[in-house]
């Protein structure tokens, strides 16, 4: 069984930081990218950033300067380091993970996407 547990959400002044966490859990799943998408009221889910395991990292054009995403390879765990944060940024945020679900025979290793539950970031004064 593989999950994703989120961490760091809550409520924040404009201007305010919030730092995101997501842990993987399972010992046979071999992780790619990692990455946050976030979904406000009334829209659709998007891609806020993500990063592979090799440290490529990818940013929505909303964020970039704002927010950083990072990884600890080690420990399966992501983060996402939000600054400057606006009203706009308001959402659900959920963690995303994909790459292999591993098989003792490893022909029959098998992709895997995985979501977490979401963690309510909410900017407001």
């Known amino acids: 069984q593989v999950q994703l547990v989120e961490s760091g959400g809550g409520l924040v002044q404009p201007g305010g930081s919030l730092r995101l966490s997501c842990k993987a859990s399972?010992?046979?799943?071999?992780?790619?990218?990692m990455g946050w998408y976030r979904q406000a009221p009334g829209r659709q889910r998007e891609l806020v950033a993500n990063?592979?395991?090799?440290?490529?990292?990818n940013y929505a054009d909303s964020v970039k300067g704002r927010f950083t995403i990072s990884r600890d390879n080690a420990k399966n765990t992501v983060y996402l380091q939000m600054n400057s944060l606006k009203p706009e940024d308001t959402g659900v945020y959920y963690c995303?993970?994909?790459?292999?679900?591993?098989?003792?025979?490893?022909?029959?290793?098998?992709?895997?996407?995985?979501w977490g539950q979401g963690t309510l970031v909410t900017v407001s004064s």
């Open positions: 995303n993970a994909d790459g292999d679900l591993l098989h003792v025979i490893p022909t029959m290793n098998r992709y895997l996407e995985v």
């Open positions: 399972g010992s046979r799943f071999s992780i790619n990218v």
């Open positions: 990063i592979t395991s090799g440290g490529s990292t």
